[in-house]
């Protein structure tokens, strides 16, 4: 059974990329063809990811999945939770606005999301200077001081 999300605020729409709509439009193609093929067992439950009936994806199962997905690519075995916390230092780091990512996480105030990423501010810092130096007509000349 699906669980209701934390506060009203929880619930919001975001933007994807088209490249993830994509992905998600051919994932839906599938399912409905998986639907057709169970027939009168499909359970519809309106679920982006489901088993082979429809019914929703057990934790464990989805556990399991998921950790198979990162030793087939290589990488360190990381809770799914933890993909949260990678789209926002990735997003910081990108140099994208912390106000944006903020929103994205469902934090209530962008001073949430500065305290809990503040160790991915500091390059940024540098990567900023650069930026306005170049803004300024003055090439590469930013130079990082102690504070």
């Known amino acids: 059974m699906a669980r209701q999300p934390k506060t009203h605020r929880s619930r919001r729409n975001v933007s ?3 490249v993830l709509v994509d992905v998600l439009r051919q994932h839906r193609l599938r399912q409905v063809e998986t639907r057709l093929l169970a027939g009168d067992a499909w359970e519809a439950t309106d679920l982006v990811f489901t ?3 429809g019914h929703p994806l057990s934790e464990t199962r989805l556990r399991w999945a998921f950790w198979r997905l990162l030793r087939e690519a290589g990488l360190p075995r990381i809770r799914l939770y933890d993909l949260r916390h990678t789209m926002a230092t990735l ?3 990108a140099g994208e606005h912390p ?6 996480l469902g934090h209530s105030t962008v001073s949430i999301t500065l305290d809990t990423y503040s160790h991915v501010l500091p390059g ?20 990082s001081e102690p504070r």
């Not at 106000?99 to 994205?104: A, G």
């Not at 940024?124 to 130079?143: D, F, K, P």
């Open 124 to 143: 940024l810092q540098e990567a900023a200077a650069e930026r306005l130096a170049v803004t300024l007509g003055a090439g590469r000349t930013a130079i």
């Open 99 to 104: 106000k944006v990512v903020s929103e994205r």
């Open 91 to 93: 997003m910081l780091a």
């Open 16 to 18: 994807l990329p088209a």
């Open 51 to 53: 088993d082979a009936l």
